[in-house]
């Protein structure tokens, strides 16, 4: 954990996708790298969330057992009417799925609606994921050079 504290223990959420299939190391791998740009750790996710229809992935539950929280899901429209939040949003995505962005909009879902994605979406092959929280602090940034931003 940096030395300024982003949220309480446990407050943070990881917003996770995959396409169908996709490996538990790859989804795993992702969403250390979303905790390490928002200089997190395990103990901080409060849970893993994803859509829906990837409720029976077992990439998605597997990286929620890795990091010891609960994987919850919430259907296209619930995550679609984040979009005017996602900073990322994507028409093929929307394509495929019916929302706009799914690790975004997932996690800030599930942080609730005065959270702010402190972790945009960033991919690998075959996954996203996207980490949000409370409100109170902010990080953009590329992985290298993070800012904190009131």
């Known amino acids: 954990m940096n030395s300024f504290s ?8 990881l917003g ?9 190391d790859e989804v ?5 790298a979303a905790l390490a740009r928002a200089g997190a750790g395990r103990d901080d996710i409060g849970f893993v969330a994803s859509l829906d229809a990837r409720r029976d992935e077992p990439a998605i ?9 609960e994987a919850r899901f919430f259907d296209a429209a ?31 879902v599930g942080a ?3 959270s702010v994605l402190l972790v945009a979406k960033i991919t690998s092959s075959h996954a996203t994921a996207a ?13 290298a050079k ?3 931003a009131p």
């Open 6 to 13: 982003i949220a309480p223990p446990g407050s943070l959420v």
């Open 16 to 24: 996770l996708g995959c396409e169908r299939g996709t490996p538990a």
């Open 28 to 32: 795993i791998a992702l969403a250390q």
């Open 61 to 69: 539950h597997a990286a929620a057992k890795h990091f010891a929280a």
């Open 78 to 108: 619930t995550l679609e009417a984040e979009a005017a939040r996602l900073e990322t949003p994507s028409a093929i995505v929307f394509a495929h799925t019916g929302c706009h962005g799914v690790a975004e909009g997932a996690a800030l």
């Open 112 to 114: 609730g609606p005065d």
């Open 131 to 143: 980490i949000a929280g409370p409100g109170e602090r902010r990080l953009v940034g590329e992985p």
């Open 146 to 148: 993070m800012v904190v």
